[in-house]
């Protein structure tokens, strides 16, 4: 968005960082039931932490990442080969 990169990286079996331009932006944790790679939603039940200086922009695309790919690796994982389908 502009000149924001957003990535989400796995940090663990239930854990994922959100970074904006390299720097932390929120870390995610899934729950045990999100981390079934077969979910048609992979993160709607994750929490976020966030920094301090993250605004309404950065919370309503970081929140639409982790919705749509998950707070976990399995998701992150099972996501790859569905992205190439669409």
Do not use: H, K
């Not at 960082?17 to 995610?28: C, K, T």
């Not at 309503?60 to 707070?71: D, N």
């Amino acid at each position: 968005m502009g000149d924001r990169t957003y990535e989400l990286r796995p940090t663990g079996l239930r854990r994922t960082q959100l970074r904006r331009n390299g720097e932390l932006l929120a870390e995610a944790l899934g729950t045990w039931g999100s981390c079934n790679p077969f979910r048609s939603i992979p993160g709607p039940d994750a929490g976020l932490t966030w920094a301090g200086w993250a605004d309404p922009a950065d919370v309503a695309i970081g929140q639409s990442m982790v919705v749509a790919y998950g707070a976990d690796a399995p998701s992150a994982i099972a996501g790859i080969p569905g992205s190439f389908l669409d």
